[in-house]
């Protein structure tokens, strides 16, 4: 079950990345997107991370790292794919992945209230 949320989480991360931040917008485009955007982006892993490690017995925030390898092993096919187009794009690649972890930093922050659900139903039963 455990290997199961590992891949729906790389699944979700990368569903998530494709959907909100890239959304099939050039590449200068996508450099002005609005603040907005990224809170929902934020949100969104927030919830992934809560659904994805309600009710998981071991390996909770190692499922929450396989979502932040789904956006990143997507981010880096998207920036190989605008490097093929135009080289000057992506020229401070580690400083957007750094990014990406900030902003996908609250799916920890739901798999915390994930395992604090789990355990007030526990406590209860």
Do not use: W
């Amino acid at each position: 079950m455990t290997r199961h949320r590992y891949l729906i989480a790389l699944g979700a991360g990368s569903v998530a990345y494709v959907v909100i931040l890239y959304r099939f917008l050039s590449y200068s485009q996508r450099n002005r997107l609005p603040g907005g955007v990224y809170v929902t982006f934020a949100l969104v892993a927030l919830v992934i991370g809560f659904i994805v490690t309600l009710g998981a017995k071991k390996g909770r925030y190692t499922t929450v790292g396989f979502i932040l390898l789904g956006i990143c092993v997507t981010h880096l096919m998207v920036m190989i794919a605008d490097y093929r187009q135009d080289r000057t794009s992506h020229n401070l690649g580690p400083l957007e992945f750094v990014a990406l972890f900030i902003y996908a930093a609250p799916a920890y922050a739901g798999a915390a209230f994930a395992q604090l659900v789990d355990y007030v139903r526990t406590r209860r039963a």
